[in-house]
């Protein structure tokens, strides 16, 4: 059942191109929850194919996400605090998820942006507060544009590696459970800094607030 799941997506993220690509981070860095991580690796793999261009796919990504964080910039920047607040509950953007954002930000200024961009929980939220304090659009284009570069190039050569070398992991699922055991230490070790990175935005926001 997993496997034919998965076997789905792959091909959807095959199909859809890069344009597929481009909406689907796009929607990642705006408030549907679709996380970068079951987008870039796929069409990693199918770069490693022959399918798509691995620098392709890393621009598409980063295309997708510049777009959704500028969405989320502006429409943030003419609503309003008190109008995302009360709203935002409706796009699971609790205020407790919106205040861990703002004391990020207030915290590590424009560079948060850039460091949100590799972080989970305020990732795809720091545009709010970014528009909310109106911070120089050109700026945050800028910061994001590299966060984002970079968190979909390492996303793109982690699939590559982990996923690319087995062409046949979508027909059999005994070669997906093997090629998953042998990369198992650096999915691990990716959990893992996933993980840390996780409980310290939560130690970070939480003793600021």
């Known amino acids: 059942m997993m496997h034919n799941l998965i076997v789905l997506w792959f091909n959807w993220i095959s199909d859809a191109g890069y344009p597929g690509i481009i909406a689907s981070m796009a929607a990642e860095s705006s408030i549907i ?6 987008v870039i690796p796929p069409a990693a793999y199918w770069a490693a194919q ?58 590590f200024h424009t560079g948060g942006v850039f ?20 911070t120089p659009f050109g700026v945050y284009s800028a910061v994001t544009i590299l966060g984002s570069g970079l968190w979909c190039t ?11 070398d087995h062409p046949n992991l979508l027909k059999d699922p005994t070669e997906m459970v093997h090629a998953l055991k042998g ?4 999915i691990l070790a990716g959990i ?15 003793k600021k607030a």
Request: proline residues 6%; positive net charge.
């Open 33 to 38: 929850p679709l996380p970068s991580e079951v």
């Open 50 to 107: 022959g399918k798509f261009d691995i620098w392709l796919v890393i621009l598409a990504g980063t295309v997708g996400s510049y777009i959704g964080a500028t969405i989320m910039y502006w429409v943030s920047r003419w609503l309003g605090r008190p109008l995302v607040l009360r709203y935002g509950k409706y796009v699971m953007v609790s205020p407790e998820k919106l205040a861990q954002a703002e004391t990020f930000l207030a915290r």
């Open 115 to 134: 460091f949100a961009r590799l972080l989970p929980v305020v990732r795809h939220l720091i545009g709010i507060p970014a528009g909310i304090v109106r």
């Open 154 to 164: 390492v996303l793109a050569f982690f699939g590559r590696s982990v996923l690319g």
């Open 183 to 186: 990369e198992l230490k650096p």
């Open 192 to 206: 893992i800094v996933l993980l840390l990175a996780y409980v310290g935005v939560m130690f970070m926001t939480r």
